[in-house]
């Protein structure tokens, strides 16, 4: 399993979620409004790297089938080829429990 976690801007976010919701077998996902600041040019002076847009943070474990398409799909939907189109990070999963029910593994998410 993997938990992909992605940071994109909030004015992306409808069009990403809604690609998500066409990946066949999405389990769900989980949405966060999140600040932060990112250095687009580690050149530049630390005043001129904070980035104010708001943002939010996609949070998504899947089976490793459809892992990359997961990845693929929000690539494509948050980009505009501009800084600043986000990060998506990819984790391995070692195991989930449903709560509920006690079920492990692939059968929780």
């Known amino acids: 399993?993997?938990?992909?976690?992605?940071?994109?801007?909030q004015f992306m976010?409808?069009?990403?979620?809604?690609?998500?919701?066409e990946v066949a077998?999405?389990?769900g996902i989980i949405v966060s409004l999140v600040n932060g600041f990112s250095?687009?040019?580690p050149s530049a002076e630390p005043a001129e790297r904070v980035e104010d847009a708001p943002m939010i943070k996609i949070e998504i474990v899947v089976p490793n089938e459809i892992a990359e398409t997961v990845?693929?799909?929000?690539?494509?939907?948050?980009?505009?080829?501009r800084p600043g189109d986000g990060k998506i990070f990819v984790y391995e999963v070692v195991e989930v429990i449903e709560i509920s029910t006690g079920e492990r593994g692939d059968a929780a998410i």
């Open 1 to 9: 399993m993997k938990e992909i976690k992605a940071v994109v801007p």
């Open 13 to 21: 976010g409808d069009k990403v979620i809604d690609s998500l919701r």
């Open 25 to 27: 077998h999405l389990p």
């Open 39 to 41: 250095r687009s040019d």
């Open 71 to 81: 990845v693929e799909t929000i690539s494509h939907a948050a980009h505009t080829g």
